[in-house]
């Protein structure tokens, strides 16, 4: 995994590019929920291991750069129904398209 260190942001990776301070982790984690205890999981998960969010954007506005879900969707995506997930993907897949981006790219190379 490859690692760069930012004083602004702390130990960045692929997987947390702008470091602990912006992950997502925290929120997904928010509810206890461990894998055995998930509800529902016939709507996989949109994550696509790029877990952050965006310190360009504002706390209310800000989504995951990898997933592009907020975090009310974050938190509890695995407590909600699958007509609630299904819902998310059709939210997630307008702010793509409102972006013009499929998937926002940092480089943590610097």
């Known amino acids: ?16 590019p702008y470091g602990s301070k912006y992950a997502t982790r925290p929120d997904k984690k ?11 999981i016939t ?11 965006s310190p360009f954007l504002s706390e209310e506005d800000n989504i995951c750069i990898g997933c592009f879900r ?3 969707e974050l938190v509890n995506w695995w407590v909600w129904d699958v007509p609630r997930k299904l819902q998310a ?3 997630i897949k ?11 790219h940092i480089d943590i190379e610097q």
């Open 30 to 40: 928010l509810l206890g929920i461990k894998r055995p205890q998930r509800t529902d």
């Open 94 to 104: 307008k702010r793509k398209e409102q972006s013009g981006i499929d998937r926002i």
């Open 43 to 53: 709507v996989s998960s949109p994550c696509t291991g790029v877990c952050s969010y």
């Open 70 to 72: 907020n975090k009310e």
């Open 89 to 91: 993907l059709l939210d």
């Open 1 to 16: 995994m490859q690692k760069n260190l930012n004083p602004e942001y702390g130990e960045m990776t692929n997987k947390e």
